[in-house]
Every structure is written in C-alpha cells, then in structure tokens.
C-alpha cells in the first residue's frame, strides 16, 4: 500500500505560480501512470496532467503551456508546477498513481487563485 501526500497548495494572485508536492510513503516506481486531477465545489473531478513511468506526459487543455508535471522517483515524489494560474484554476487538487492492484489517492491540497 502506498500513502500520497500533497503539499504547496495555498492562496495566490492571478499569474502567479505555485509547486504542488506529493510524497509517497514508499517507491513510486510501480505506479504507472501518476497523476495530478483536481475538483472544484460543485464540479466533477478532471484530470489535470499524468506522466508514465517513462516520462511520457499528458495534459488537459485547459492548462497545457502554464503546468508542468514531473516525477522524482529517488525522492518518490511527484510534483505539478503551476505557472501564469488563473482564477478558474481554483480547486482541490489530487495526487494519484496507478500501482499493479490498487490505485492511490492523496488527500487534496486547496489552490485559490484570487487577487
């Protein structure tokens, strides 16, 4: 079993840029792919941006050219870097990873983009 727990959410101004962490309790190298998804009040959860095992990355539209997701499997830690954020960004954002049997979600970490 794998525990994922994200941090570097918090309050920021339109264009501005926030790092989400996720830290596994574990190896993150069996979990194939991982992700980031977020969820607004109100709203069904969407997937932000995923990455393979081999580096292979996916985004939603809405954010391709502002996010940027990465994984350090030494450090088991996934990380989204949100740039130019803008105020529909706003939401609980989610880590997950896809392992053999299970798939592993984080608790959410809260993004406001507000000026």
């Known amino acids: 079993q794998v525990q994922l727990v994200e941090s570097g959410g918090g309050l920021v101004q339109p264009g501005g840029s926030l790092r989400l962490s996720c830290a596994a309790s574990?190896?993150?190298?069996?979990?194939?792919?991982m992700g980031w998804h977020r969820q607004a009040p109100g709203q069904q959860r969407e997937l932000v941006a995923a990455?393979?095992?081999?580096?292979?990355?996916t985004y939603a539209d809405s954010v391709k050219g502002r996010f940027t997701i990465s994984r350090d499997n030494a450090k088991n830690t996934l990380y989204l870097q949100m740039n130019s954020l803008k105020p529909e960004d706003t939401a609980v954002y989610y880590c997950?990873?896809?392992?053999?049997?299970?798939?592993?979600w984080g608790q959410g970490a809260q993004v406001t983009v507000s000026s």
């Open positions: 997950n990873g896809r392992g053999p049997v299970y798939e592993y």
């Open positions: 574990r190896s993150i190298g069996s979990l194939n792919p």
């Open positions: 990455i393979t095992s081999g580096g292979v990355t």
